[in-house]
């Protein structure tokens, strides 16, 4: 912490916080060579200076060393990342411009800064990216960008089929795989659509979300997204990944009305509609996009998940048993190709998404035109 911080935030609180050690003067007691800038630096795979101040940014693209975190930037051998934090008209000044620009051509990778509600009252550009989002950052740091040039469309999360107005047909899934996978994407240099059923995730940083309830929705976003004419910037999606856990019925006699609580001997009679198969819809185009397939199954996942890869007409089928991992932080997967299947053993769902764009990025064919 520079000294400046520790009038925000104590160092005993951050200590507590994170249950790390906090060092603040570059002659602590604790570094017994008195090098502690040295020391610390050098276990370090990268460093992140959040927030960095304008006078902060000043220092470092002039190289000053007169505090602990200045010292460490300049003796560093490790990559620094920077995410700038200051009113909009400082991060507008000449002079911070002039300086982030050294920043860059110094090697600094430079983290937002974004727009919004500023603690000085005003609005503007310079306020932190979110905490989490810089972790995301800091994590796609050191993705390489196998999927840079390509455009991937994914599905996520349950749907929702409604009864009536009140009330609806849906199940476990809680989109975390497909949010990683997004993530996971945008991280290895991808864009990445992502059409969402409902759930209360937060949007991966870089990924446009689409919001869907039912399976129809799902159909038809999906559709726009292929069918949209080509706009600058946006690229054809040569990627499908359908994840959603998409209802198979929908209701086909769903009430306008909340449906009233009558006698025992007259109970609601819900009648069924099959829902368009997306990944089979997609898959079946002309144009179709390099599809990944997932089957939730509850056993026989090699023999089920081989009979769905076919049926589907896709490359590539992941599969899983299907209520082993709704909700759950972990997962474990069997890809099933033209060749065979592959485990990816259990794991966080962070890194499994990671390990499949690996073998994605591995599969896909050039780009097209
Ligand atoms: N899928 C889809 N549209 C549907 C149903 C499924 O796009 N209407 C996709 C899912 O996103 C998943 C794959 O198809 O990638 C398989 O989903 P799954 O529910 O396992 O299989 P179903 O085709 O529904 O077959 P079943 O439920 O009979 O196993």
Not at 256 to 279: C, G, H, T, V, W
Request: net charge negative; aromatic share 4%.
């Amino acid at each position: 912490m520079t000294e400046a911080a520790t009038r925000f935030v104590t160092p005993v609180t951050f200590q507590a916080l994170t249950g790390e050690p906090v060092f603040v003067d570059q002659w602590d007691a604790r570094i017994d060579d008195n090098m502690a800038h040295i020391a610390l630096s050098r276990r370090a795979d990268a460093m992140l200076v959040a927030p960095a101040t304008a006078d902060f940014l000043a220092k470092l693209a002039h190289g000053l060393a007169d505090d602990l975190l200045a010292t460490m930037c300049l003796a560093r051998d490790c990559p620094l990342l920077a995410a700038p934090t200051m009113n909009r008209q400082m991060w507008l000044h000449p002079a911070t411009q002039r300086n982030v620009a050294q920043l860059v051509a110094d090697g600094v990778t430079i983290l937002g800064p974004a727009s919004g509600d500023q603690a000085c009252g005003e609005t503007g550009l310079g306020r932190m990216l979110e905490p989490l989002e810089l972790v995301d950052e800091l994590a796609a740091f050191f993705v390489p960008r196998t999927l840079a040039g390509r455009h991937v469309l994914l599905t996520a999360g349950p749907t929702y089929e409604p009864i009536d107005p009140v009330r609806g047909i849906t199940n476990l899934s809680s989109g975390k795989m497909g949010f990683a996978l997004a993530r996971a994407c945008s991280a290895a240099g991808a864009q990445v659509t992502l059409v969402a059923g409902p759930t209360a995730l937060a949007t991966p940083r870089g990924v446009q979300r689409v919001d869907v309830r039912t399976a129809q929705q799902m159909h038809d976003a999906v559709m726009a997204v292929l069918d949209a004419p080509p706009a600058s910037g946006t690229l054809r999606p040569d990627v499908f990944i359908a994840v959603a856990a998409v209802a198979d019925w929908r209701v086909a006699n769903a009430s306008e009305r909340k449906l009233k609580k009558r006698s025992a001997d007259d109970l609601p009679k819900l009648e069924f509609a099959q829902n368009p198969d997306i990944l089979a819809a997609v898959a079946r185009r002309a144009d179709a996009p390099w599809c990944v397939g997932f089957a939730a199954e509850s056993e026989d996942l090699e023999a089920n998940g081989a009979a769905k890869r076919a049926a589907k007409g896709v490359p590539l089928l992941v599969a899983n048993i299907g209520h082993a991992t709704f909700g759950r932080d972990d997962n474990e997967l069997l890809l099933i190709d033209e060749r065979g299947s592959q485990p990816l053993p259990r794991a966080d769902k962070a890194q499994l998404a990671q390990a499949l764009v690996t073998e994605i990025a591995r599969r896909l064919p050039p780009r097209r035109g």
